[in-house]
């Protein structure tokens, strides 16, 4: 037996302005998980502490929440992997999200953007013109299988700092979830699941890999990588901020080994957007000064750096650069 402090955060959004910490000491053995100890000291020390949980196996994802300062399944998480030198387990409810009370979150945000996808299969015909259930082949399924594996515990949303910073944001489980009917070859709605997901900021993410972290590896950031590129190879809102500077990104790249910063801000913003253009002036002035933009380029706007871009010299190994992108089957 051990005795663990566990440092919990507190608040009743119906009866307290600010939130607060209670310490609750318990004698269990420390291989314990999380859960188990946030039960304990439920039935025997202060019966008002909330939390969600329902199969303490890891499959239902309702007992996320941060520990020690990352995010997870309490009910997969042994308190001696966690604990700090004092004996000290430190639990709050997940970031990213409003606290309703003590580790219950309102979850309304992420479950809203879900249901935006429409997560089930929307097929081209009809259940009764088959005799049968519609087959798909191993192969087919193979890409799938992770996804699948989803239990929308969302871990992933609550690590993501896009969605801290700008909570239109679909969020990695959204997105993931979006694959799956996009990728399924029983459903005939990709096109305008493409569509949804990009006008839910798809390309606001910034390939961190928070959500890594995910219990069930789903892994949702390479989801998002095939999501992009299936826009991409599908031409849906090609014109958007964000696949323009993903084509502009790789062109550069692929023609001379070496990022071309002035050819990409002008790909992403458009040679012909004067608004965009002058938006971005204070970060040109800052290039100049860097010796990265000359006042020439800058004066003349797009013709310039597209005759740089043309008259970069490539690196001098940049045929091995040109071949990773035809190995990944990059599209520019």
């Known amino acids: 037996m051990a005795q663990i402090k566990l440092d919990i955060f507190r608040f009743d959004e119906a009866t307290d302005t600010v939130p607060h910490r ?3 000491e318990v004698d269990i053995p420390e291989t314990t998980t999380v859960l188990d100890a946030l039960e304990y000291a439920k039935a025997e020390v202060d019966g008002s502490i909330s939390f969600r949980r329902s199969c303490r196996s890891a499959i239902c994802g309702s007992c996320s929440m941060n520990i020690n300062g990352v995010t997870g ?76 594996n989803c239990i929308m515990c969302a871990t992933c949303y609550a690590l993501c700092p896009v969605v801290s910073v700008d909570p239109a944001f679909a969020g990695p489980a959204a997105i993931a979830y979006a694959y799956r009917f996009i990728e399924d070859v029983r459903d005939a709605k990709r096109t305008e699941r493409i569509a949804q997901i990009s006008e839910d900021y798809l390309w606001l993410c910034a390939h961190c890999y928070a959500c890594s972290y995910c219990p069930k590896h789903v892994d949702p950031n390479d989801r998002i990588i095939d999501v992009k590129r299936a826009a991409i190879n599908d031409k849906v809102m090609l014109d958007e901020r964000g696949p323009r500077h993903a084509l502009v990104v790789a062109k550069t ?80």
């Open 253 to 332: 790249i692929k023609q001379t080994g070496m990022l071309a910063e002035t050819e990409v801000i002008l790909g992403t913003v458009g040679r012909f957007n004067v608004r965009g253009l002058l938006k971005v002036t204070p970060l040109a002035l800052r290039m100049v000064a860097r010796g990265k933009l000359t006042p020439v380029e800058m004066a003349v706007g797009g013709t310039a750096p597209m005759l740089g871009l043309a008259s970069m010299k490539p690196i001098p190994k940049v045929n091995e650069v040109r071949t990773i992108f035809e190995s990944l089957e990059v599209p520019v």
């Open 73 to 148: 399944l309490a009910c997969k998480t042994p308190c001696n992997t966690v604990m700090d030198d004092e004996g000290v387990v430190k639990v709050d409810p997940m970031p990213n999200f409003q606290p309703m009370k003590d580790m219950v979150v309102h979850m309304d945000p992420f479950w809203d953007k879900y249901a935006r996808l429409k997560p089930y299969l929307q097929a081209k015909d009809k259940d009764s013109d088959h005799a049968t259930e519609r087959r798909v082949s191993p192969e087919d399924m193979k890409k799938l299988v992770d996804v699948a």
């Open 22 to 24: 209670d310490i609750v």
